[in-house]
């Protein structure tokens, strides 16, 4: 039977849209924010996100595109403006929007918001990160990219604090942040770093010794994995992702895009 919306008692809509807000209110509940960033998505879903950060460097893209083809997963991909400009990376952008992933700000010049030592501070003014922003979209906007189909924010260096945070919300954005627990965000130190340097196998042994010890696993995980690094990093994690998404899916994790994992 085909139902004509105009037919359709007002009081219901009424209903049916209540009923969508509670539904909505009651998933971001189960979300794990951290400084007004949302962390983690929700715990009792076997889900997580991949996630893709890049500025300066890209050599991972062809091998990472492929392998999520390889598994039918969609990665989200978190790029500064640096990165959109370049033309060196250009083709790899239009060729990840055209597989469907996602495609995000992560700044425009990969500005550092608050000192390592002292997060409660700034360095940059309300002024400067907004023209920042601004910048960032306008790159993305080349491509296709609208403000409106890319609500989700991924600081640079993954470092903020409650004021970044709401500047972001009010500039329409929700600002999310990797999960912490894991050594995924080392995958771009250098050997030349002595005791900070994290090997590929280290990063990849603390994923499951992460997942063993947490009852909810990597559910709702936002796993983050450096798109390209120096160069000086010949163990390059990302040419590990064929068995990282082989295990998860064998753990009978799916993968989604982040704006799957966190919208409705």
Request: charged share 25%.
């Amino acid at each position: 039977m085909r139902i004509r919306l105009h037919a359709v008692p007002p009081w219901c809509w009424i209903f049916l849209l209540t009923g969508f807000c509670l539904v909505a209110q009651e998933k971001e509940k189960t979300f794990v924010y951290d400084r007004g960033g949302i962390i983690r998505g929700d715990r009792t879903q076997k889900e997580l996100a991949l996630v893709f950060t890049g500025d300066s460097f890209a050599e991972g893209g062809a091998h990472i595109r492929q392998a999520l083809a390889r598994h039918h997963v969609k990665g989200s991909f978190f790029l500064t403006g640096n990165f959109y400009r370049n033309p060196e990376f250009q083709q790899l952008i239009k060729d990840l929007a055209a597989d469907g992933h996602y495609l995000g700000a992560h700044s425009d010049a990969h500005l550092l918001y608050c000192p390592w030592e002292n997060r409660d501070s700034v360095l940059v003014t309300r002024g400067q990160f907004e023209a920042d922003l601004a910048a960032n979209y306008r790159e993305m906007e080349r491509f296709g990219i609208s403000k409106a189909r890319a609500q989700y924010f991924l600081p640079p260096y993954e470092w903020y604090n409650e004021k970044i945070s709401a500047w972001v919300k009010a500039w329409g954005l929700t600002l999310v942040n990797f999960t912490p627990g894991t050594r995924t965000t080392a995958d771009y130190t250098v050997p030349e770093m002595g005791t900070r340097y994290v090997a590929s196998e280290t990063i990849m042994q603390s994923i499951w010794a992460y997942e063993r010890s947490d009852p909810a696993g990597l559910n709702g995980f936002v796993l983050l994995i450096h798109l390209g690094t120096d160069p000086r990093r010949t163990d390059k994690y990302y040419l590990r992702l064929d068995d990282l998404l082989a295990a998860l899916q064998a753990k009978g994790y799916r993968c989604k895009r982040i704006d799957e994992l966190l919208g409705m």
